[in-house]
Every structure is written in structure tokens, then in C-alpha cells.
């Protein structure tokens, strides 16, 4: 198991240095430290990054956006590479990019490029790359700012759909909430309210009656029961991440053009800066197949990689490789302007329109969300009241 240990260090030159490392155990971490020509002075285990290394498995797009941009400033105003990657190491508050930092600084001391360094580090593959083939056309400031503007426009999309969910899934959590708080506290109460007046001759609702009759039961053996209750429902988010799922969705046009447009904008973003980097055609189109979400836009970059192997060009490997209409012909098009610099502005130009149809149908899925919602709490509030106060008030009026 892969743990994270904090650790003082004194460099060849007798600096101090300190930082995180993940390592197996302590020794690894001793024998990892001295491999990269440092003398550990102390290495502690820290449980506290060891979790958040679970729980970040995945970098924030707005913390990659603020990094990179802090770090093409820097060497825009022409400080050192080191000096800029050290001054940036305590700058990200995301885990996973501050890991990436503290790493990132110690092979830079160790004599490695930017690039190297930052694949060593663990940075993002795409990213290294980019860095890579910038470094010896001296445009490295410039990469680094163009890849946070890409980060930048990915994180507007995702918080969109992360807005989108955050309603339902308050309300979903609150309907569990009320639904078992009525079983367990509410339904004794209104019980004891009807075994007060039993001596008139009132009988309680029949659909009453089944939901008091299933609260006992419930009641009975309320901890196994409540374990259960939850349990079900975890299930259920179990399912609804899982891929069975997102192929039922899939099945919905809206949510599928809304899901294609989301990986293509992001996927589409990085294909514009990579070949901004006159790196080899052949090698473009697989790596960003290896970044897509989508099973379709996986196949479709596959696609086009094979056709560029074969010898097409990219406008003729983009409109057969299989994507979107709506996007393969855009892409094309922007493909066919004449030379590197006018494709990565049609390109850019064509990303932007991608991020605002992206936002634009966001906007009305989101108000399709607030509906169902707002529609799904008034049945929530509903059925709790015909289960509590509705009989009350029904016996009442067969009393009067």
C-alpha cells in the first residue's frame, strides 16, 4: 500500500529541503530520498495526505489552471526554472497537485528538464509531453499558459455539471432523511394520537394503517433495519455511477449530445495545444484516446490515429474516423487552414464555440434538474403528510 511521508532532507549542496514523498514504507522512503542524491535527516508517516492521496486520486482542473498559470509567469518575467518551480512549491492547495510540486522541485534540483522532471513528478502524461517538445523551441512560458487557459475552460464545464447535481442530490439526501425520521419518530406519535380516540369508533385510513403496520416492523429492529434502509440507498448510487447506467442515459439523445460535447470540448482543447508543439501526427490522436471518458470518443481518436498511420491527413482522418458530425466537420475544417499557427487559431476558435454549446445545453439540463426537483420534493412533502397529519385530519372530519 502506497503511503505518504513527510520528510527533511539536506541536498548535495548542503541545503535544507523538505517535502512529501510516497513510498511503501519508511525504508522505501529513505532508500527513494538518497536515490535522488539527497541526505534524509527525517521521514514521518503522515496519515493525513496518506488519506487525502485516496481521496484526490484525480487532479482539479482549476488547481492545474492556477499552477500553471503562476508558474508561465514566472518564467515569462525570466526567473530561473528551479527558482520559479520552487517559489511555486507551497502555492497549490489541491493534494494532488501540491504532491506533484513538491516532487516536481526535487527532480528539477536533480538535474532534469521541465518536461522530464514533470513526467517523473507525476503530472498529467499530456501535459509532460507538451512541456517536452516546447523546451526546444524555447516556448515553454507560453505552453504553460495556453495549458491553463485549457484547464480553465474545463473547469467551467465541470462545475456546470457539478451544479447541475448538487440540488437532486441534496434533495434525495433529505427525502431519506425525512423518510426515516417519519418511521421512526413521527409514526409513534400520530399511533399514540389514534389510540386515544380508538374509544370513538374511528378507524384510521386503510393506506395509514399499511405504512403504521410496516413503521412496527421497521421499529421492531431499527438498527438492522436503518442499516438496511441506508444500505439500499447507497446501492443505488452504486448503480448509478456504474457503466450500466450511463448507457441507459446514453439511450436519452439530449443527455448523450450533452455527454459527447463535454469530453470532446476537453479531449478537442488538448489536441489544439499538442499540435501547437509540431509533435508527430502519429502520436497525437492515441495520446488523447487515452484521456476520453467516452467509449466513442475513445474509438473515434483510435480511428483517427490509424488513418493518420496509413497516410491521410488530418482533415480527411478526422470526417472518417467516426466522431460527431457537429464536431467532425468543424474540426476538419479548422484542420485545413494553412500552416500550424492559422489551424490552432481555427481550432481555438472552434473549442470556444464547443464550450459555449456546452454551457448553453448545461443551462438546459440544469433547468430540466430544477424541475424534477422541485417536482420530486413536493411528492416528498406530500406522502409524508398523508403518512402524519392527513390521517389525523381525515379521522377529525369523520368526527364532526
Avoid at 492545474?64 to 528551479?82: F, P
Avoid at 507560453?142 to 442530490?169: F, H, V
Avoid at 467516452?294 to 474516423?321: C, H, N, S, V, W
Amino acid at each position: 500500500m502506497e503511503k505518504v511521508y513527510q520528510y527533511l532532507a539536506r541536498t548535495g549542496g548542503g541545503q535544507s529541503t523538505e517535502g512529501m514523498i510516497v513510498a511503501s514504507d519508511e525504508d522505501a522512503a529513505f532508500s527513494i530520498l538518497r536515490q535522488r542524491g539527497l541526505q534524509p535527516l527525517a521521514v514521518d508517516f503522515s496519515f493525513v495526505d496518506t488519506a487525502n492521496l485516496f481521496l484526490a486520486p484525480k487532479f482539479s482542473p482549476d488547481a492545474l489552471a492556477a499552477y500553471y498559470t503562476g508558474l508561465g509567469l514566472r518564467l515569462k518575467n525570466g526567473m530561473d526554472a528551479i527558482e520559479a518551480v520552487d517559489d511555486m512549491r507551497d502555492q497549490p492547495s489541491h493534494f494532488r497537485v501540491k504532491l506533484c510540486a513538491s516532487e516536481f522541485l526535487n527532480f528539477m534540483r536533480s538535474g532534469l528538464k521541465l518536461g522530464q522532471a514533470m513526467e517523473k513528478a507525476g503530472f498529467p502524461e499530456r501535459d509532460c509531453y507538451i512541456i517536452q517538445a516546447l523546451e526546444q523551441g524555447a516556448k515553454v512560458a507560453k505552453g504553460y499558459e495556453n495549458m491553463a487557459r485549457d484547464y480553465e475552460r474545463t473547469a467551467s464545464i465541470q462545475k456546470k455539471i457539478k451544479g447541475m447535481l448538487l440540488e437532486p442530490a441534496f434533495m434525495g439526501i433529505v427525502g431519506i432523511l425525512a423518510v426515516w425520521a417519519t418511521m421512526v419518530f413521527a409514526v409513534p406519535i400520530f399511533q399514540k394520537v389514534f389510540r386515544e380516540i380508538a374509544s370513538a369508533g374511528v378507524h384510521i385510513p386503510a393506506y395509514a394503517q399499511g405504512f403504521y403496520h410496516f413503521s412496527d416492523l421497521f421499529d421492531a429492529h431499527v438498527v438492522m433495519d436503518s442499516i438496511l434502509y441506508y444500505g439500499f440507498f447507497v446501492a443505488i448510487v452504486v448503480f448509478l455511477r456504474s457503466r450500466v447506467f450511463k448507457k441507459m442515459l446514453d439511450q436519452l439523445s439530449t443527455l448523450r449530445k450533452f455527454s459527447e460535447m463535454v469530453d470532446n470540448a476537453a479531449l478537442w482543447g488538448g489536441f489544439q495545444l499538442l499540435i501547437d508543439t509540431s509533435m508527430s501526427p502519429q502520436v497525437i490522436p492515441d495520446m488523447l484516446a487515452k484521456s476520453a471518458h467516452r467509449a466513442d470518443t475513445r474509438a473515434a481518436f483510435e480511428a483517427m490515429g490509424i488513418l493518420i498511420k496509413r497516410g491521410e491527413k488530418y482533415p480527411q482522418a478526422i470526417r472518417l474516423a467516426g466522431f460527431p458530425s457537429y464536431i467532425g466537420k468543424d474540426a476538419a475544417s479548422a484542420m485545413e487552414a494553412p500552416g500550424i499557427q492559422a489551424q490552432t487559431e481555427s481550432l481555438n476558435m472552434m473549442n470556444n464555440i464547443l464550450a459555449m454549446r456546452v454551457e448553453e445545453m448545461a443551462e438546459k439540463v440544469v433547468t430540466l434538474s430544477h424541475i424534477l426537483t422541485t417536482v420530486g420534493a413536493g411528492v416528498m412533502v406530500l406522502l409524508i403528510m398523508m403518512f402524519t397529519f392527513m390521517p389525523v385530519m381525515i379521522t377529525e372530519l369523520h368526527m364532526a
